[in-house]
């Protein structure tokens, strides 16, 4: 599974857009690009995932760029309960073992 | 629909003492996985089943460290003896199957703490 790279924090206020980057410059043809948070004393949970095309949900949106080398994961309206570590993922889907692999992930931090 | 459930939620021990973790999967999901966070770092894989077999286990210590998902439901996690640096959280997750186009659903975790 390809590695990613996030900054370890960031800082937002209230009701502004969130924009959490992330760089996977060695991902696969193959390798999706999943995001999870994990808000303080919680476990992780599932954001939103994409493989090249631009991805909105109910949580987010996640831009991926052309080459497939970053992606930025956005909350249009943060508010303080989003205040979480973010992490980015890349892992094959569909493959034969549902294996995530986290790294440190950023620390977003919203401001009142 | 019950999420991951797990507990305790906190447990305090002195080292060289035996602690152990109990996990209840989301109903009908067939893989269970327990995770080590240490503070600051992300989760770390350690032991994944799919029903009662573990088919992956390569990052378990098994000189202390053994679990068990007997009738491939809820599953217990075991240190005998803990170590101080055992100090940890404990996640519990779960999925439909095993393949990567199945959603992990995790527990909050035991927070592990030896003194």
């Known amino acids: 599974d390809a590695k990613t790279t996030q900054p370890p924090s960031m800082d937002c206020a209230e009701g502004r857009a969130a924009n959490l980057p992330c760089n996977h410059s060695t991902i696969s043809g193959n390798e999706y690009v999943y995001w999870y948070r994990q808000i303080h004393s919680q476990g992780p949970q599932y954001i939103i995932h994409g493989l090249k095309n631009n991805e909105t949900n109910e949580m987010a949106s996640l831009i991926i760029t052309e080459d497939r080398k970053s992606s930025t994961l956005i909350l249009p309206h943060a508010t303080l309960r989003d205040t979480a570590v973010y992490y980015c993922i890349v892992r094959a889907f569909g493959g034969a073992t549902n294996k995530l692999i986290f790294g440190t992930g950023t620390l977003l931090a919203v401001q009142p | 629909e019950a999420g991951v459930v797990q507990s305790p939620r906190y447990k305090i021990i002195e080292k060289k003492q035996p602690v152990a973790f109990w996990c209840n999967p989301i109903s009908g999901h067939n893989t269970l996985y327990w995770y080590l966070q240490n503070l600051g770092q992300g989760p770390e894989l350690l032991i994944r089943?799919?029903?009662?077999?573990?088919?992956?286990d390569s990052q378990l210590p098994k000189d202390r460290f053994s679990a068990e998902r007997l009738k491939g439901v809820d599953s217990t996690l075991k240190i005998q003896p803990a170590e101080l640096g055992d100090s940890a959280v404990y996640l519990c997750a779960s999925s439909l199957g095993a393949s990567g186009t199945y959603e992990q659903y995790f527990g909050p975790g035991t927070r592990l703490t030896v003194t």
């Open positions: 089943y799919e029903n009662e077999e573990a088919v992956d």
